[in-house]
């Protein structure tokens, strides 16, 4: 079954997903020690407000509800409030990825989607691309993510409170689609805090801001 969320906080840039949850097993609280750009633990939770451009405010919250093992590898498990869907997150190394199993992007359908949305390793100006295979009303097409660190280790203040060590990343995408190439243009930029994850989001529709947390450190 696909369950239909708004998981544009976890994804980022602007960026749609629909996830279900599917062949994950939920385990206890782990004493691991996480990655700074995304303390996810068991516990924690995350709460944003979206204002568009014309002035609609939504708001809904992401909790961390345990672990979950796929193909050998750790993920934290993550939902939102909005309907219960669920994302699975992992670091290693400084490098960022989430996984969402059914997913359903405007149009573009895939099974799964692996994405890395962050590198905190790597200098400001650095770029990296995710290719994700997808189908479409007009066949199978590849979709093309490209994520660019556009600035590092800055203070941002949102809503009341300033952030240390931030990083900003933008998206673009483009997608091939029967062998013709189609630019998507810029899908937004996601800035990420230390020792807080996500902080907010630019879209050219609308700005998603964290305005709540608590980081559950064991």
């Known amino acids: ?12 840039a602007g960026l749609i ?8 097993s939920q385990e206890g609280p782990s004493n691991e020690t996480l990655c700074g750009y995304a303390p996810y633990y068991t516990g924690s ?14 708001s809904y919250t ?3 509800l345990g672990d979950s093992t796929v193909d050998a590898l750790k993920y934290k498990v993550l939902q939102t409030d909005a309907d219960g869907s669920i994302l699975l997150a992992r670091c290693n190394n400084g490098v960022y990825t989430q996984t969402a199993s059914e ?23 650095s770029s990296w691309v995710d290719t994700i295979s997808v189908e479409t009303p007009l066949g199978d097409a590849r979709l093309e993510l490209k994520y660019t660190i556009t600035q590092k280790d800055f203070d941002k203040v949102v809503l009341v409170e300033t952030f240390k060590k ?5 998206t673009d995408a483009s997608v091939v689609i029967a062998g013709l190439p189609i630019d998507l243009g810029t899908l937004g930029t996601s800035f990420y ?3 807080v994850g996500l902080i907010q989001i630019d879209t050219e529709s609308d700005t998603t801001q964290i305005y709540s947390y608590n980081i559950n450190k064991p």
């Open 62 to 64: 992401v909790s961390v």
């Open 193 to 195: 805090a230390l020792n």
């Open 1 to 12: 079954m696909r369950t239909r969320t708004l998981l544009l906080v976890l994804t980022g």
């Open 17 to 24: 997903f629909f996830a279900c949850r599917k062949e994950t």
């Open 166 to 170: 931030v990083i900003a990343v933008r």
């Open 45 to 58: 939770f995350f709460s944003y407000t979206a204002t568009t451009t014309d002035g609609d405010v939504s």
């Open 103 to 125: 997913v359903d992007v405007d149009n573009y359908d895939a099974e799964q989607i692996v994405t890395t949305n962050l590198k905190d390793n790597v200098r400001a100006g």
